[in-house]
């Protein structure tokens, strides 16, 4: 079983970065892949990335193609999600999540595991 823990949402002004991270508990943080959605109030959680667990393979969700890259230090046990050029419709709480093998899905039902989420808002 993993518990994973979001760190790094805040306040950010449009066209700004900002980065958060995912620190997972467990030994086997290398075997899973690992995801990253988002939920603003009002809307369906909403994938956003997710990376094979030996990084060699990503996907991204369509809003953020080309603005965010996901990454991972399994030495580290930590996912990343840096995140630039943010826009208004960024603001989200972003959620990470694991899936205990090593497909690459886009949807929330293939993901076991889940951080309690941090909260990013963008300013226009």
């Known amino acids: 079983q993993v518990q994973l823990v979001e760190f790094g949402g805040g306040l950010v002004q449009a066209g700004g970065p900002l980065r958060l991270s995912c620190a997972a508990s467990g030994r086997t943080f290398s075997l899973y892949v690992m995801g990253w959605f988002r939920q603003a109030p009002g809307k369906e959680r909403e994938f956003v990335a997710a990376m094979s667990a030996g990084g060699g393979r990503t996907a991204y969700g369509d809003p953020v193609k080309g603005r965010f890259t996901i990454s991972r230090d399994n030495a580290k046990n930590t996912a990343y999600l840096q995140m630039n050029s943010l826009k208004a419709e960024d603001t989200a709480v972003y959620y990470c999540?694991?899936?205990?093998?090593?497909?690459?899905?886009?949807?929330?039902?293939?993901?076991?595991?889940w951080g309690q989420g941090t909260q990013v808002t963008v300013s226009s």
């Open positions: 999540a694991g899936r205990p093998d090593n497909v690459v899905v886009v949807h929330t039902s293939g993901y076991d595991y």
